[in-house]
């Protein structure tokens, strides 16, 4: 596996569907209610790969559909991470009761919390077609010690019944979670993973698409390029590790003809 790439641009080819025009997408991850300075360029394709909050709290909420709503894209696909946790229904009496003293305006339940979205594409284990791309979001990542008050968090062993129903169709895959190995190693503890070594086993084996979109990892924010299986990943983390919002989002673009083209940083 070739994950190496030092010139200012890398570009790849589009391996199933084309679309029907020249799109260009902004890919941001774990933004944590840091966007006051956040300035993004136009696009069409806006996708924030989850934990746009710091604990899902009404104000953490609105603050980011105001953010969103500025934002001059036409598509703006949303999908969750573990700070999100309102939106998610595991463990959620657990939650409530660590976070509460947290959360400002009350807590809201699942339903008042995706509202604060209606206005975008927000996916949770589901998908969406943009111009002829099939693109899938999940926002699940594998609990740990240090994670099990959070939201859309399973253990490895259980987490292969969210990745079984990614289609094989995918061309643009966007999770919280890294894929084990890749992108998902902080720099004090760079012998630990946080990704899932059963996602890079469905992406690699299974459902093959061009681009996964991920966050979860602050640290490694960058590209990898897997050029023997022709599939980009991109960490798209704003934050690093000390939640300061320093790290550059991440452009590529996406011809009609399915020439893909990378802005490395």
Not at 91 to 115: F, M, Q, V
Not at 214 to 228: E, Q, T, W, Y
């Amino acid at each position: 596996m070739d994950l190496t790439n030092s010139s200012k641009q890398k570009t790849l080819n589009i391996k199933k569907n084309k679309p029907d025009r020249d799109l260009k997408f902004v890919c941001i991850s774990d933004t944590h209610s840091k966007t006051d300075d956040l300035i993004l360029p136009e696009g069409d394709v806006l996708i924030h790969s989850g934990d746009f909050s710091n604990y899902g709290g009404k104000d953490c909420l609105q603050k980011f559909k105001e953010f969103f709503d500025k934002q001059k894209f036409q598509y703006k696909i949303i999908v969750a991470g573990n700070h999100d946790w309102t939106l998610s229904n595991l463990e959620r009496e657990r939650n409530e009761k660590t976070w509460k003293r947290y959360l400002k305006g009350g807590i809201p339940s699942i339903e008042e919390a995706k509202s604060f979205l209606k206005d975008f594409i927000y996916l949770e284990d589901s998908g969406t077609d943009i111009c002829g791309l099939k693109i899938w979001g999940s926002p699940m990542s594998i609990w740990f010690a240090g994670l099990k008050d959070w939201g859309f968090t399973v253990k490895e062993e259980d987490i292969c019944k969210y990745w079984d129903l990614i289609p094989e169709n995918t061309d643009i895959l966007i999770t919280h979670s890294p894929p084990g190995g890749i992108l998902d190693t902080e720099k004090e503890d760079p012998n630990f993973g946080w990704g899932s070594p059963n996602l890079l086993k469905q992406i690699e084996e299974r459902i093959d698409p061009s681009i996964h979109v991920f966050g979860h990892v602050h640290d490694p924010n960058g590209f990898k390029f897997d050029d023997v299986k022709n599939i980009a990943y991109v960490n798209a983390a704003i934050c690093d590790n000390n939640y300061d919002p320093i790290n550059k989002f991440k452009v590529f673009t996406i011809t009609k003809e399915g020439n893909i083209t990378f802005e490395l940083d």
